[in-house]
């Protein structure tokens, strides 16, 4: 790469490739008050979604020997809320906001973009397609390439924004999903979600979480992540927002050069505050130091 | 830059911290610290400490080996830096006028540094054994153990029946979920409302972002124990659903 290093994404210039992965940035907020948005090209919301959701019971999270379970069960304060009081307070942030749509029902999505069009602020959407499709039971509505595409297609036709479609490693096939999810005109796929995980006490025969299972995260997951984006970039011409296992620079690249246009940080958000600083300064010192 | 460490009692152990002078401004009692262990990867997230007290430019932790993450805590030199996130969260509010503080177990970790700053009357402690009952200098205390190894034999509550609850204008409590909500249940209803409570949760990001540590909230809904917390109003939280959940 030549100096000055530029990656460009939904037609915007960035002097970083690092995106802060939805629900462990909040909305961005909170990092701003702190100064520490510096080096992140965009942060992704938590999900939003139609109605209120108070989120599953606590404990919600439980770390493991070499990673994180997560059950926050889509905790927000539902879309008016949103475009009450947090995106009118997202405007001084310093960077663009994306935010992430998730729902109960293939028409919720449509449903939520419609709303948040009514907003300046957001920069695209990401949606989540790795929650559970209550009409079919709870199986994700990602599991279903033909539900994917239904999903982009009713996206792309209330969205006047880019959009990415967060694809589920857990059901079906990764790589058909992000096909179905360009064929419905997603603008992106965000390669992709957390990984069903589960603890279990063996002394109790219980698991710490009160739903059971959980999403993991780790940073023990970057080639799962790496094999997935080389497959799905291979597949389709949209960029590939990476997403799984970063916590180095080298990951980043490492992605990049497995055919990520961006590249998020999520987990390591929660350790490091100013994780996107600290990644996109050793990031272009490695590239000063390659030949 | 740890400057101190200490067993003060098995495995329970005190750590001083070199900290900046502006950490120390905001190092209110009640508030926390989000400290790597580890300079490896693992554990993946950060462990959150009440701060104990502070003095000089030096911010001191109380805590118990419970798991990996204070399993490498105590095994860590002194001299060794860690990287260390903070002040956090909302502390007690100082209100004037005479305090009394609750404590079970490593629950009274906070309270030296809130003993420095407000008028405390009186101290009541409770510990299942004499090995758990952390001791501070200075403030008239009444002590009681589940074993009888130290003070009385017997519950917190057991300490709370002679407590004359008019006379403190602030009540701070902290302990294990099911000690705080029977000492609560004791209380008459003037004092529940001076009651302010040190909650614990595992946590997450620990600036509010993730949603990870939350605790119900009376009335329906979670309150964030790292940022609308730790310190909560006893009126604030659904006990009966916390309780649950421990």
Known sequence: MDKPYKWTFWNREFDSPILLASGTAGFGLELMEQGFLCGAAAVISKATTLAPREGNPPPRIVETRFGLLNSIGLANPGVDEVLKTLLPQAVDLPCPLIINVAGDTVEDFPAVIERLEESPVPFGYEVNVSCPNVAAGGIAFGASPEIVERISILARSVSSRPFSVKLTPNEGSIVESAIAAEAGGADAVTVCNTFLGMKMDWRTGKAPLKRNVGGYSSPALLPLTVARVFKTSSAISIPVLASGGVNRAEDILELIAAGAAMVQVGTWLMRRPDAARELRDSMVSLLEDSP | ?246
């Not at chain 2, 399993?71 to 030199?77: G, M």
């Not at chain 2, 079970?104 to 700053?117: E, M, Y």
């Open chain 2, 1 to 246: 830059m740890i400057i101190e460490k200490e067993e003060i009692l098995p495995g329970i152990y005190r750590i001083a911290f070199e900290v900046p002078l502006s950490f120390i401004d905001e190092a209110q009692p009640g508030r926390f610290i989000q400290l790597e262990v580890s300079h490896d990867s693992f554990p993946v997230t950060r462990r959150p400490f009440t701060i104990s007290s502070t003095s000089g430019n030096s911010v001191e932790i109380i805590f118990e080996v419970v798991g990996r993450g204070t399993e490498i805590l105590a095994e860590t030199d002194e001299g060794r830096s860690l990287r260390l996130l903070g002040p956090l969260g909302c502390g007690y509010r100082l209100n004037p006028g005479k305090w009394l503080l609750i404590g079970g177990g490593l629950g009274a970790a906070g309270f030296p540094g809130l003993a420095a700053r407000t008028e405390c009357d009186l101290l009541l402690l409770g510990a299942s054994s004499r090995d758990k009952l952390l001791t501070i200098p200075g403030l008239e205390t009444a002590a009681i153990t589940e074993d009888g190894s130290s003070g009385r034999n017997g519950l917190i509550t057991d300490l709370l029946e002679t407590v004359l609850w008019d006379s403190f204008g602030s009540i701070a409590l902290c302990g294990p979920v099911p000690m705080m909500k029977a000492v609560i249940e004791m209380m008459p209803l003037q004092a529940r409302a001076n009651t302010q409570v040190s909650a614990e949760a595992r946590m997450g990001c620990g600036w509010g972002a993730c949603e990870g540590c939350s605790v119900p909230k009376a009335g329906g809904g979670f309150l964030k124990c790292c940022s609308d917390g730790p310190v909560f109003p006893a009126d604030s939280i659904d006990w009966e659903r916390w309780e649950g959940i421990h």
